[in-house]
């Protein structure tokens, strides 16, 4: 980490400790929604870009998924993934469909609903990353049943932070070539 983000991030979350996952995870959240973060440096942060909310650092990113992100995420995500329906982008994050249509009108998303969110740009940010940028490519695969997840598509077994890490090491191991 550089020092001015390195401090900002230690004086923001002390005591807790930040790791490369974390940094990882929150880089691909916003970057598949278009969140400008300023990485000097560091590519994890760098997936951050495509989220849209105008956090330059780890403490601002913090702050924003604390007040809730802006709806808005959630229709950049439904665009990004293809979804004909807002209802299809809320069973990936575990909202029924009255709290999506209140939230819809309302214009902000929870604390916890802005996290499952950001899990789910992470991890498309990351898929999208092993199909080196190619988005098509990326969504088809999120989209097929795979036997490593007992027959579900990545989109599907993410829904839980423990699917969610089935699918971070699937993608790795693909990333590695040692199965996919």
């Known amino acids: 980490m550089s020092a001015g983000l390195s401090d900002v991030c230690c004086a923001s979350i002390a005591p807790h400790a930040v790791t490369t996952a974390d940094l990882q995870f929150l880089c691909y959240a916003f970057a598949t929604m278009g969140v400008a973060i300023d990485t000097a440096g560091h590519e994890s942060l760098a997936h951050y870009r495509l989220v849209g909310i105008d956090a330059p650092t780890l403490s601002r990113v913090v702050e924003r998924?604390?007040?809730?992100?802006?709806f808005s995420?959630?229709?950049?995500?439904?665009?990004?993934l293809g979804a004909p329906s807002l209802r299809q982008i809320g069973e990936l994050l575990r909202m029924p469909d009255r709290t999506l249509y209140h939230r819809k009108?309302?214009?902000r998303l929870s604390p916890d609903e802005s996290d499952?969110?950001?899990r789910l740009a992470r991890l498309v940010g990351l898929t999208i990353d092993l199909f080196e940028g190619n988005r098509v490519g990326a969504i088809q695969w999120l989209n097929t049943p795979k036997s490593q997840l007992e027959g579900a598509s990545p989109l599907e077994y993410m829904r839980t932070g423990v699917g969610a890490q089935a699918v971070e090491e699937l993608i790795w191991r693909a990333e590695h070539s040692m199965y996919a």
């Open 73 to 80: 995420a959630v229709e950049r995500m439904q665009k990004l």
């Open 65 to 70: 998924v604390e007040k809730g992100l802006p």
């Open 105 to 107: 009108e309302t214009r």
């Open 116 to 118: 499952r969110l950001l």
